[in-house]
């Protein structure tokens, strides 16, 4: 068995995939509209699917926002400098929600971005991880 994707649902399609390909860097890998189902379908990730997980962004045509609840934590990703990466990101117009540095009671340095709609995006640098 292997991780295959994780499902998230996004308000404006669009705006997600600007902002996972744009700001995060990620590649749209497949895309495909379901007319009758009235929703639309788009992978993304940094790799093709065959090879490790990607994000799947679920867009229902008549839904524009969603409550995140209190269940959902966070995407992680892996980047080389943290701090350079939240540089990035906000020259490209993302937010970033906790700066980078060295987490609470550790010290793996990470820091957090937030998507169009509100989700959590963590930023784990990749040398400092002894946590």
């Known amino acids: 068995m292997r991780l295959l994707h994780t499902m998230l649902r996004v308000g404006d399609l669009e705006r997600s995939l600007a902002f996972y390909t744009e700001v995060l860097g990620m590649t749209l890998l497949r895309r495909k509209d379901y007319p009758d189902g009235k929703f639309t379908l788009a992978f993304v990730g940094y790799q093709p699917e065959s090879e490790g997980a990607v994000l799947e962004l679920t867009h229902n045509w008549d839904t524009a926002s969603y409550e995140l609840g209190n269940a959902y934590g966070h995407i992680a990703l892996e980047v080389d400098d943290a701090y350079a990466a939240c540089e990035k990101i906000k020259q490209k117009g993302g937010r970033v929600v906790r700066e980078a540095g060295p987490m609470k009671h550790g010290q793996t340095v990470i820091a ?17 991880r002894v946590d």
């Open 112 to 128: 957090f971005v937030e998507d169009p709609d509100g989700y959590k995006v963590e930023l784990i640098q990749s040398n400092s």
